[in-house]
């Protein structure tokens, strides 16, 4: 089964409200990256966290990883209709595997 | 052009069916990957193939099976097509940070 989780599985905001996705591994990572999936299209690469308690900004995204690395987190700031998607965090398990969570929907309500 | 490309991007295929995906990558990576995403959205990992080494998910039934005629391009084929079959198959390729994904295959089994 799926080994990285992520919460919650759908939200819906208006727009102008905040969002958090959170994720979560059952085993330590060494890196953990984002991405982002429109409706229709491809995961797209947001970007990637290397370092234990590491936060990075895209703009209005807010990149977290936790300090155990086993945990991140994706927040955006006054959401817009732009921003509707599935983010998704994902990162390297066993062997060359690459694991994604199981993805966060977010829609947008204008 | 296009780094990661599916042919092609609908199949519309009948149960006991054999038929096959292509995916070609021209970024000169060395690891490509094979995802299945239900209706759900989940991102399944279902092979990775790297310098020739074939790591299969143990839950990828047999009758799908990845051929990778050199380093930039990993093909997938399945035998005998069952409706559970139907989703969307990715593939994607990576270097030693992101994953690029192609533009998706739309299976469908009726």
């Known amino acids: 089964g799926q080994q990285v989780m992520q919460i919650p599985q759908y939200q819906h905001v208006q727009e102008g409200e905040d969002f958090t996705t959170y994720c979560n591994s059952s085993?330590?990572?060494?890196?953990i990256q984002w991405y982002k999936q429109r409706p229709g299209g491809h995961p797209v690469f947001l970007i990637q966290?290397?370092?234990?308690?590491e936060v990075k900004k895209q703009k209005r995204l807010t990149f977290q990883f936790g300090e155990a690395k086993k945990n991140s987190s994706l927040h955006i700031t006054a959401t817009q209709t732009t921003d509707v998607g599935t983010y998704f965090c994902?990162?390297?398990?066993?062997?060359?595997?690459?694991?994604f969570g199981t993805g966060t929907s977010l829609t947008v309500i204008p | 052009d296009t780094a990661v490309s599916q042919t092609p991007k609908y199949l519309v295929t009948q149960m006991g069916n054999d038929k096959s995906i292509k995916c070609e990558q021209n970024?000169?990576?060395?690891?490509m990957y094979w995802y299945k995403q239900d209706s759900k959205k989940f991102l399944k990992i279902m092979f990775s193939?790297?310098?020739?080494?074939?790591?299969i998910n143990e839950t990828v039934p047999n009758r799908f099976s990845p051929k990778s005629p050199d380093k930039a391009h990993l093909n997938l084929h399945i035998n005998s097509l069952e409706l559970g079959d139907s989703a969307v198959y990715f593939c994607?390729?990576?270097?030693?940070?992101?994953?690029?994904f192609g533009q998706g295959t739309r299976l469908t089994v009726v």
């Open positions: 994607a390729s990576r270097s030693t940070t992101e994953a690029f």
């Open positions: 193939y790297n310098n020739k080494e074939l790591i």
């Open positions: 994902a990162g390297p398990l066993a062997g060359n595997q690459f694991y």
């Open positions: 970024l000169g990576h060395d690891t």
């Open positions: 966290l290397v370092k234990s308690g």
């Open positions: 085993t330590t990572l060494s890196n």
